[in-house]
């Protein structure tokens, strides 16, 4: 590609938030959870969705991942060609149990109808990059909360995501067990050249990124709020 259309792709949003809002139910319990953001996220970025509980962070990794329809408001993805362009890791266990660990991280590549002869070394390369080689051959029930989330993580790796999104990824971690998982989230973007979004109630986790927006009841503060 040419470079300066190469540089204009590069600029591009990976994902844009336009007044992007989501309800749920109806009528007198209906709970707005997200109201209308507008919110971008581009390559090289890594940014920290902080909030309380209930305040919406969830709801507006799953508007970026494109698992919720706004209910008013657009979200649109300029910059990705697909939605295997984005890679997701969840807070809780999400590994199959029924599969090993090199199973588990090769299987978005074998639904990808990746190759097989590359289906195997591609994962090894992805658990090798987040420090769980060694644990190729282990079943999710050997595995601690870490490990697992540090198997999660190299899943989304094997698939050479642009965008990933975490959502609560130490959620269910002690701190400095949660604290490596972020390491080898940050890593694992930085080696793959993935912008990343971060959802978490935790400040010392969201203090490792540079970019921080806070939410509140629903609403995507501006920056000059969150300062003020
Ligand atoms: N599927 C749903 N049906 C009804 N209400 C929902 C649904 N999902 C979320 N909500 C409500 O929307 C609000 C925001 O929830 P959300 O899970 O996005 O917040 P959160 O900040 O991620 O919280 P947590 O940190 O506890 O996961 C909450 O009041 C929640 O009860």
Do not use: Y
């Amino acid at each position: 590609m040419n470079g300066s259309l190469q540089q204009g792709a590069d600029k591009a949003a990976l994902v844009e938030c336009r007044d992007a809002a989501r309800t749920f139910g109806r009528g007198e319990t209906a709970v707005v959870a997200v109201h209308g953001a507008t919110f971008r996220v581009r390559t090289g970025d890594r940014i920290a969705i902080t909030g309380p509980s209930g305040s919406g962070k969830s709801t507006l990794l799953h508007l970026l991942a494109g698992l919720e329809l706004p209910t008013s408001g657009a979200v649109s993805w300029p910059a990705l060609a697909g939605p295997r362009e984005i890679g997701l890791v969840f807070q809780g266990p999400s590994l199959i149990p029924a599969l090993n660990v090199v199973e588990n991280t090769a299987l978005p590549l074998v639904l990808a109808g990746v190759p097989e002869e590359r289906v195997r070394l591609t994962a090894l390369a992805a658990l090798a990059m987040v420090g769980a080689a060694d644990l190729a051959d282990r079943l999710p029930e050997e595995l601690s909360g870490g490990q697992s989330q540090r198997v999660a993580v190299a899943r989304v790796v094997a698939i050479a995501p642009r965008l990933i999104l975490a959502d609560e990824p130490t959620g269910q971690l002690d701190r400095a067990i949660g604290q490596r998982v972020l390491d080898v989230l940050v890593t694992a973007a930085d080696e793959t050249g993935a912008a990343l979004v971060v959802t978490t109630h935790d400040p010392s986790v969201a203090e490792r990124l540079p970019v921080r927006r806070a939410m509140h009841d629903g609403r995507l503060l501006d920056p000059a709020e969150e300062r003020s």
